[in-house]
C-alpha cells in the first residue's frame, strides 16, 4: 500500500551539490520513520540519515554529517536529501526507506517498504 519513488539522481563534480526527492504514494508519512541508505559496488548498504516524521527529529551517519540535510513537506508528502560537498566516495545508489514501528532506525532490515533507488555519482 506504500510506493516510493527517487528522484533527483544524477552526475556531479565534487564539491557540487544534488538534492535527492522520495515521493511516497498509497498512504501518507504521517506515522513513519523514512530513511536513506545507500549502497556501492561491492560494498554493503549503508544508513544515510533518517527522519522520524511525526515529531520531524533527524540522525545522520557520522560520514554526512554537516553535509547531508535530510527534511520533509507534509503537503506534498515528500521526504528530501540535500547533499553538500559531495565526494566521489559518496557515489552510489541511494534508497529511499519507510516503515512505522522502527526501533533500530539505522537497519535497513528494519524498513518495510523501498524505493526502486536513485543513482548519484560524483566525479572528481
Known amino acids: 500500500q506504500v510506493q516510493l519513488v527517487e528522484s533527483g539522481g544524477g552526475l556531479v563534480q565534487a564539491g557540487g551539490s544534488l538534492r535527492l526527492s522520495c515521493a511516497a504514494s498509497?498512504?501518507?508519512?504521517?506515522?513513519?520513520?523514512v530513511g536513506w541508505f545507500r549502497q556501492a559496488p561491492g560494498k554493503e548498504r549503508e544508513f544515510v540519515a533518517v527522519i522520524k516524521w511525526f515529531v520531524g527529529t533527524t540522525h545522520y551517519a557520522d560520514f554526512v554529517k554537516g553535509r547531508f540535510t535530510i527534511s520533509r513537506d507534509n503537503a506534498k508528502n515528500t521526504v528530501y536529501l540535500q547533499m553538500n560537498s559531495l565526494r566521489p566516495e559518496d557515489t552510489a545508489v541511494y534508497y529511499c526507506?519507510?516503515?512505522?514501528?522502527?526501533?533500530?532506525?539505522?537497519?535497513?532490515?528494519?524498513?518495510?517498504?523501498w524505493g526502486p533507488g536513485a543513482q548519484v555519482t560524483v566525479s572528481s
Open positions: 498509497g498512504r501518507t508519512f504521517s506515522s513513519y520513520t
Open positions: 526507506a519507510a516503515s512505522v514501528h522502527i526501533g533500530d532506525y539505522s537497519d535497513y532490515d528494519r524498513y518495510d517498504y
